[in-house]
């Protein structure tokens, strides 16, 4: 009976993964031996199944509404689109995404491969582990999936009809009111400590930062560069790194010269349409500062240091591997080398304003981060103002800096003041 595939439950989840045939190669779904709920997201329920021969899929199923918020409905088309950017990402990119195994349109189900071997960037950065080699891995990723899906590497009507097919209005409308107006503007949603409430005044009285937000919400709106990933959070980064697990001491992780065999992988991409690339460099950016404003409040100050390397790193690895790519664009004709160092120059801007954007919206919005959410009052305070101040910092002296390393020397310093 299809209706009982409506919402998946543990009892469920065997049957429907004998109802579906390109599952039969990846499990057996009569010999089940386990099934766990792991959602910890906003939105969605994910259950990993192991069968008795240790097998395992990660089952992904939409809600009709945000999980932690029933009364706030939410499109289960979004797993459409999800299907579609793991797809595109999956073609353009293999190593740096889960193995793509099944989408089941009717019951809103993606079937991913299991990555249980890997751990949630953003909890390894919470306890101290760095994983340095994952900012090179993730640019790369930026990049290679950006330059493929944008007419760079697609015949021109290729990339019409994926900019139709991907695309994602109710998700995008999340993140123009969630990350660009409300933080900005007198919301139920916007919640802070009672010591942050004038940070926040600040924020919002501040008519040029408002003026950055408004232009970086148009640029959000009515960009059609690349197929994004559209959240691509720490929380959407799976690590593992080389030796195949995750070391025991801070200091092990945070070396870069890990990265021959470590494995990075971004999942969760419900939020994916054909947007501007810079926003995926500037979400991930985004969480690195907060992950430094939790290492600068708790003391870590050195591994505070050890992350601001990060966003330099990772917008290295992407300009280095798009400057690979820019020989093999499909039309050379007026898509000269000086457009390449124009379009860089762009993508690079759009980064810092949307990582100021995202910084500020995990501070003071709905959907916090945890990185400052775990920290004790006291400390959150201190983390939280340094993050305001280092999103803004970013949002208005990035024209003067060109480079992002000298924009991450100026966070540092930020976080410090504060
Ligand atoms: C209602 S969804 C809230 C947030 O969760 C996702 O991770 C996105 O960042 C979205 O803005
Ligand atoms: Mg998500």
Not at 5 to 17: E, I, K, R
Not at 206 to 212: C, I
Not at 272 to 299: K, Q
Not at 301 to 322: K, N, T, V
């Amino acid at each position: 009976n299809d209706s009982d595939f409506t919402q998946l439950t543990s009892l469920t989840v065997g049957a429907y993964l004998a109802s579906r045939p390109a599952l039969a190669t990846r499990i057996d779904a009569t010999r089940i031996a386990s099934v766990r709920e792991v959602g910890d997201g906003n939105l969605n329920l994910v259950f990993i199944i192991h069968d008795e021969f240790g097998a395992s899929v990660v089952l992904k199923q939409s809600l009709p509404h945000v999980r932690t918020d029933p009364s706030w409905p939410m499109t289960r088309e979004r797993s459409a689109r999800e299907a579609t950017v793991l797809g595109a990402h999956a073609a353009a990119d293999p190593s740096h995404v889960p193995g793509f195994y099944d989408f089941d349109s009717a019951h809103y189900v993606l079937a991913i491969e299991d990555l249980s071997d890997h751990r949630v960037w953003r909890n390894e950065l919470n306890e101290g582990r760095v994983h340095g080699y994952a900012a090179a891995e993730i640019g790369r990723y930026v990049a290679r999936t950006a330059f493929a899906t944008s007419p760079l590497g697609m015949d021109p009507l290729e990339h019409k009809a994926l900019v139709a097919r991907a695309v994602n209005p109710e998700l995008a409308q999340i993140t123009e009111d969630l990350v660009f107006t409300e933080p900005y503007i007198s919301h139920p949603h916007n919640v802070v400590l009672p010591g942050n409430v004038a940070d926040v005044e600040a924020l919002q009285g501040d008519a040029a930062l408002v003026r950055e937000m408004g232009l970086a919400k148009w640029r959000f709106m009515t960009t059609a560069q690349s197929l994004i990933h559209g959240d691509l959070h720490t929380g959407s980064v799976f690590v593992r790194p080389a030796a195949g697990g995750v070391p025991a001491s801070a200091s092990a992780s945070a070396s870069a010269s890990a990265s021959a065999s470590a494995s990075v992988r971004a999942f969760d991409s419900e939020f994916g349409f054909v947007g501007p690339t810079g926003f995926d460099l500037g979400a991930l950016w985004a969480n690195l500062v907060l992950a430094a404003a939790r290492a600068e409040a708790i003391g870590g100050g050195e591994r505070a240091e050890q992350i601001l390397e990060l966003p330099g790193r990772l917008w290295g690895a992407f300009e280095a591997e798009y400057r690979a790519l820019w020989p093999s664009r499909v039309d050379p004709r007026v898509w000269g080398d000086d457009v390449l160092e124009s379009l860089l120059e762009g993508v690079r801007d759009d980064a810092a304003i949307f990582a100021a954007a995202k910084t500020i919206r995990r501070i003071v919005g709905f959907a916090k981060a945890s990185d400052i959410e775990t920290l004790p009052p006291e400390l959150r305070e201190r983390a939280a103002r340094g993050a305001l101040h280092a999103g803004r910092a970013l949002a208005l002296t990035r024209h003067g800096i060109r480079t992002v390393e000298a924009l991450s020397a100026e966070t540092l310093a930020t976080l410090r003041a504060a």
